[in-house]
């Protein structure tokens, strides 16, 4: 697989303009001196987590879990797992705060994070809710 991946990426490379080449080769100094001058001037969406990483596709692949859970609105609150749910709620919490803290800080791993941990948290809702007896106002966390 790692050769097929390298291969693509210099394939790839030919494509990409000069001046997003910084972005797309993942600078591995964080030397505000060394940076380009447009590096230093706004915060980074990629964030030093280029295509050529692990920190640029983890999040890409983490987004199924939010978009599997928004498919779970649909589905009856009964049969919505209460532990699957927390699970998920807690890990998008902690991961949230993780992501911020490696270096390199990976503001879309964060923004994923925090969508699961919403998803979780009201996915959660539902079905302690129905655990509960169908109306259980104290149980309101969104």
Known sequence: M?????????????????KYAPLWNHPADHN?????FY????IDAISFAGPKTIFFWSPWFKWGLVIAGLSDVQR?????????????A???IIWSRYCL????INYNLCAVNVFVALVGSYQFQ???????????????LL
């Open 101 to 104: 803290v490696i270096t390199p």
């Open 126 to 140: 539902r079905a302690a809710r129905q655990v509960l007896g169908g109306y259980a106002p104290h149980l309101f």
């Open 2 to 18: 790692s050769v097929i991946y390298r291969r693509s990426m210099a394939y790839l490379d030919k494509f990409v303009p000069p």
């Open 76 to 88: 009856p609150a009964e049969t919505v797992s209460v532990s699957q749910s927390a699970a998920l």
């Open 32 to 36: 505000e001196a060394t940076k380009p």
């Open 39 to 42: 590096l230093t001037c706004r």
């Open 90 to 92: 807690v890990t998008g």
